[in-house]
């Protein structure tokens, strides 16, 4: 019985003792002081450029806006989104934009398009290569989206 007690105590003394406890994940990792959003658009449909406007719009009013960092990647068909032919959502754009949203074209489709930096609207960055750049912001904690279809 005495031995059952101080088996009992000693376990309950190496629980409590500091350092001797598990360690949960959400005790290690610090909660990120800004979400950092990748979302990532590759349809050409004009319903997926409408949506992925809302879906920024809205992640940056719940989250907070100066709490969040997004950038849309756009590729493939999705590029025509920040052409200067495209009406659709330009005035949405640039005011996200002016809060500090990137719109990064991809330099690939663009070659592959024939389009030049002078076809894009003013406020998209163009990036070498769109998938490497969803990658590397994964790869760097980004939250990832794929907007559209």
């Not at 500091?18 to 959003?37: F, N």
């Not at 100066?66 to 032919?85: M, Y």
């Not at 930096?117 to 998938?131: I, K, L, N, R």
């Amino acid at each position: 019985m005495a031995r059952n007690v101080m088996i009992v105590l000693g376990a309950a003394l190496a629980a409590a003792w500091p350092g001797t406890q598990p360690t949960l994940a959400a005790d290690v990792v610090p909660a990120p002081s800004r979400h950092r959003v990748v979302l990532e658009l590759t349809s050409d449909a004009s319903a997926s450029w409408e949506a992925v406007l809302n879906n920024i719009e809205n992640a940056r009013k719940a989250l907070g806006p100066d709490q969040t960092t997004v950038e849309l990647v756009l590729h493939g068909p999705g590029i025509g989104l920040v052409t200067r032919a495209n009406p659709i959502g330009l005035a949405r754009m640039e005011a996200l934009a002016a809060q500090g949203v990137v719109f990064a074209a991809c330099r690939n489709t663009m070659n592959r398009k024939k389009l030049t930096d002078a076809d894009m609207q003013p406020f998209v960055t163009v990036v070498p290569a769109g998938v490497a750049e969803v990658i590397m912001k994964q790869e760097a904690g980004w939250c990832y989206l794929k907007a559209g279809h």
